[in-house]
Every structure is written in C-alpha cells, then in structure tokens.
C-alpha cells in the first residue's frame, strides 16, 4: 500500500508563493511501478476537480493545466519518493483544496491515479 502525505498549504496575498510537497511512503516505494506519474490536482468550492500538474518520474518529465502554466512548477527529489509544488503569481483563482496524487503510466500518458493524499487548502486574497 501507498500513502501520499502533502504539506506547505496555507494563506498568501495575490501575488505571492506558496510550495507545496507530497511524500510517497510504503513498502517498496521507489521501485514501484504503480506510482511513476505523480501529480496535484486542485479542488475549489463548487468546482470540479482540476488537474494541476504531472510528472512522470522516471524521467521527469512533466505537464501543466492550461490555468498555472509558467507560475507553477512540479519538481522531485532525487529519490523521486517526493515531489514538488512551487506555486508563484499567485492569484485568488487559485484558492483550492490541492492534493497529491500518484499512479501508473509511461511517458507518453498517465491515465489514472490510485493513491491520493488527504489534501492541503491553498488561500489566496486579494
């Protein structure tokens, strides 16, 4: 079994950053080939769930939603068992629940996310 553990939410004004990261933990964790694509995802109050962003960990690859391309950046640790949300330019659009995710996959596409984290709140003001 895997557990996602996300940290770094909080409160920031417009304009400001926030980096949010999420540990894989679980027997196996580095080897495992059910969780080379790991993402966040990002949930607001009423809205549908978002994809944020993805990174196929064996080669780092990655993939941004259309809303946080160039303020937002995905990265991982050398391990590859943790990775990164760097947010900047944040904007009140941004206000979300933002959770990690993880699944199988190859470099082309990563189609499904088994493992999710219990999630981080992001709050943006204006």
């Known amino acids: 079994q895997v557990q996602l553990v996300e940290s770094g939410g909080g409160s920031v004004q417009a304009g400001g950053s926030l980096r949010l990261s999420c540990t894989a933990s679980?027997?196996?964790?580095?080897?495992?080939?059910?969780?080379?694509?790991m993402a966040w995802f990002r949930q607001a109050p009423g809205k549908e769930r978002e994809g944020v962003a993805i990174?196929?960990?064996?080669?780092?690859?990655?993939y941004y939603g259309d809303s946080v391309k160039v303020r937002f950046t995905i990265s991982q640790d050398n391990d590859k068992s943790t990775v990164h949300l760097q947010m900047n330019s944040l904007e009140p659009e941004d206000t979300a629940m933002y959770y990690c995710?993880?699944?199988?996959?190859?470099?082309?596409?990563?189609?499904?996310?088994?493992?999710w984290g219990q999630g981080t709140q992001v709050a943006v003001s204006s």
């Open positions: 990174i196929y960990t064996p080669s780092g690859k990655t």
């Open positions: 995710a993880a699944g199988p996959g190859n470099a082309r596409s990563c189609p499904v996310f088994d493992y």
């Open positions: 679980g027997h196996n964790v580095r080897s495992n080939s059910s969780i080379v694509c």
